[in-house]
T-cell receptor, first 112, second 112 residues
Framework: NAGVMQNPRHLVRRRGQEARLRCSPMKGHSHVYWYRQLPEEGLKFMVYLQKENIIDESGMPKERFSAEFPKEGPSILRIQQVVRGDSAAYFC??????????FGSGTRLTVV | GENVEQHPSTLSVQEGDSAVIKCTYSDSASNYFPWYKQELGKRPQLIIDIRSNVGEKKDQRIAVTLNKTAKHFSLHITETQPEDSAVYFCAASRGGGNKLTFGTGTQLKVEL
């Protein structure tokens, strides 16, 4: 079992560009969560998805951010028109059922 | 919403000593309390968790206690080793797929 796979590990974008972060959950896991971690801070919940459904997006900024988990393929976190404040580590986690989930290695986004 | 406070923010102990990290939460409906260990530049890893129907759980050198009345839970690490050095995060959730709310982290340093 390869674990939760996130790519890319590092992503550099210029201000105004789009960032796409991908997360492949562990085999058999149908619950996916995205968290953001600013430097030297804790993790902040962004969104919880199941296949083709957004269950809870209460942590998502109202603009520029979107997430999906299609029937086939990885979950995608998309950030449009990135700004310097979007620089952070973005972690995806998956679970076969609610609770007790496993985190991926994260994508470290740097906006220059 | 839920608010989780974690203390101390930094903790230095001598190898072989015990370390205790404390968290309080605000949402009386929270019933799932995991602890994560995060080494520099790596993903958070679940080290132990507890549900509200038990007061204490132990796994080798690690134990967690929960006081639901006081809305307080703690991580205890005995016989600390240098490899225990990392940032530790507590979290709370209502379970059933609800988001985790994380504390701000404790930087544990185990000195030789």
């Amino acid at each position: 079992n390869a674990g939760v796979m996130q790519n890319p590990r590092h992503l550099v974008r210029r201000r105004g560009q789009e960032a796409r972060l991908r997360c492949s959950p562990m085999k058999g896991h149908s619950h996916v969560y995205w968290y953001r971690q600013l430097p030297e801070e804790g993790l902040k919940f962004m969104v919880y998805l199941q296949k083709e459904n957004i269950i809870d997006e209460s942590g998502m900024p109202k603009e520029r951010f979107s997430a999906e988990f299609p029937k086939e393929g990885p979950s995608i976190l998309r950030i449009q028109q990135v700004v310097r404040g979007d620089s952070a580590a973005y972690f995806c986690a998956s679970s076969p059922a609610p609770d007790g989930y496993t985190f991926g290695s994260g994508t470290r986004l740097t906006v220059v | 919403g839920e608010n989780v406070e974690q203390h101390p923010s930094t903790l230095s102990v001598q190898e072989g000593d015990s370390a205790v990290i404390k968290c309080t939460y605000s949402d009386s409906a929270s019933n799932y309390f995991p602890w994560y260990k995060q080494e520099l530049g790596k993903r958070p890893q679940l080290i132990i968790d507890i549900r509200s129907n038990v007061g204490e759980k132990k796994d080798q050198r690690i134990a967690v206690t929960l006081n639901k009345t006081a809305k307080h839970f703690s991580l205890h690490i005995t016989e600390t080793q240098p490899e225990d050095s990392a940032v530790y995060f507590c979290a709370a959730s209502r379970g059933g797929g609800n988001k985790l709310t994380f504390g701000t982290g404790t930087q544990l340093k185990v000195e030789l």
